[in-house]
């Protein structure tokens, strides 16, 4: 087995992995919003990752400098990695069921593909990764029904803002690159740092931090949402983005649907039917084929 292929297994797992995770996220935003506003989601879920993190840098003796050569760039990516996406996906949600926030989610890799073009050196536009995308994006769509569609405003809204939010995760992502050879640990934990520093105004104008009724479920949400999607997966997300590029790691949007329709089978007893096993396929052969490496070599 080569080095290159052993690479590439790694990066598909830890992919799927990410999948599995930020689309048990989704269920657990609709649990946190039975009794915490979005913008409490938001810096709740940002401040439990930043201190879950801190605490693992500190178990494994490593340095924490909040304030350091690479603050701003910390700062930014915290604002568009954290405070945004993290307000702006429980806002969403409220109004749309989950199985179309993800169909929106999804739509990031084709941002992703246009972004990564004029903006990094070695991550430029193909026809392979654009009938990659479209063939992904279809087994998204087929996984989880044609439901896409919103019928008013306030549904409109909703979706505009799941898709904002979903957005910054992309361009975030391009930024990270800038820092991805530090260790992925802690500059998750300052980008999370600095991402409650944002949110933290907010939450004290617009929090309800005196009257909150306590529920074992929401709270439990919350803090599965601040430790493994965020804090674990995130840190994670820097390793793929580091050794697969921002373009590949916007690919697991077609995964996460996969995943929602899943646990829909496995925790309320939904059916699983061909479509599922089709839309599987299709996302498989449309990450392969944008990955499909092209040899310029020609023969003699």
Not at 7 to 18: G, S, V
Not at 23 to 35: D, G, Q
Not at 152 to 165: M, V
Not at 260 to 286: D, H, N, P, T
Request: glycine letters at 8%; charged letters at 10%; proline letters at 3%.
């Amino acid at each position: 087995m080569t080095k290159n292929f052993k690479t590439e297994i790694n990066n598909y797992t830890l992919l799927i992995f990410l999948g599995a995770v930020w689309a048990a996220s989704f269920v657990a935003i609709k649990f946190s919003n039975e009794i915490f506003n979005p913008i409490e989601v938001g810096f709740y879920r940002t401040a439990i990752g930043a201190l879950f993190l801190f605490c693992a840098v500190k178990f494994r003796g490593g340095n924490i400098t909040l304030f350091n050569e690479n603050t701003r760039l910390y700062s930014l990516i915290g604002f568009l990695n954290a405070s945004i996406p993290f307000t702006l996906l429980p806002y969403g949600l409220i109004t749309l069921p989950s199985n179309i926030g993800v169909i929106i989610l999804s739509a990031n890799p084709f941002l992703a593909l246009i972004l990564a073009h004029f903006f990094t050196l070695d991550e430029k536009l193909s026809i392979r990764k654009v009938i990659g995308s479209i063939i992904g994006f279809s087994g998204v769509v087929f996984a989880v029904g044609m439901e896409v569609l919103v019928s008013d405003l306030n549904s409109l809204i909703s979706a505009l803002a799941i898709y904002i939010g979903a957005s910054s995760y992309v361009i975030s992502n391009l930024i990270i690159r800038r820092i991805s050879h530090l260790p992925s640990d802690m500059v998750t934990m300052n980008t999370l740092f600095w991402g409650s520093i944002w949110l933290l105004p907010l939450v004290l104008i617009y929090g309800n931090l005196q009257n909150i009724e306590f529920s074992s479920i929401p709270v439990f949400a919350i803090i599965y949402l601040g430790v493994i999607p965020t804090g674990l997966a995130f840190s994670l997300r820097q390793v793929l983005i580091r050794n697969a590029g921002s373009t590949f790691m916007m690919q697991v949007g077609y995964i996460i649907p996969i995943f929602g329709v899943f646990y829909g089978w496995l925790f309320l007893g939904e059916i699983i039917g061909y479509y599922l096993i089709v839309s599987v396929i299709l996302v498989i052969a449309g990450i392969g084929i944008s990955r499909i490496r092209v040899n310029a070599k020609t023969k003699g």
